[in-house]
Nanobody
Framework: QVQLVESGGGLVQAGGSLRLSCAAS????????MGWFRQAPGKEREFVAV????????AYADSVKGRFTISRDNAKNTVYLQMNSLKPEDTAVYYC???????????????????WGQGTQVTVSS
């Protein structure tokens, strides 16, 4: 029922940019956190960025602050991750996730998110 469909990954040179999209459907996401996480082979998922569907200040991992921007277009039910100044260490599968945190909490723990997209590969070459 709930579906998160990611797109926008690809191969880019270091210093380049990509914009990831996550099209969300199946329910109203008001009260939800919409987050981006990433995972490299053999590693656990790590937090990248999160925003509240209803608004508020986003939160970012220290490793991406100043380079990545999370945003959303509620009319299109889509969450974006604009990634600038990409580095080889950004190479990973990127996942969007949604979790029902109805009282305004920002959640960084991937284990607390209920819904996940399929992931999109981002590869940054040096």
């Amino acid at each position: 029922q709930v579906q998160l469909v990611e797109s926008g990954g690809g191969l880019v040179q270091a210093g380049g940019s990509l914009r990831l999209s996550c099209a969300a459907s199946g329910r109203t996401f008001s009260g939800y956190n919409m987050g981006w996480f990433r995972q490299a082979p053999g590693k656990e998922r790590e937090f990248v960025a999160v925003t509240r569907w209803s608004g508020g200040l986003p939160a970012y991992a220290d490793s991406v602050k100043g380079r990545f921007t999370i945003s959303r277009d509620n009319a299109k039910n889509t969450v974006y991750l604009q990634m600038n100044s990409l580095k080889p260490e950004d190479t990973a599968v990127y996942y969007c996730a949604a979790g029902p945190f109805p009282f305004g909490t920002i959640v960084r723990d991937s284990g607390r998110y209920e819904y996940w997209g399929q992931g999109t590969q981002v590869t940054v070459s040096s």
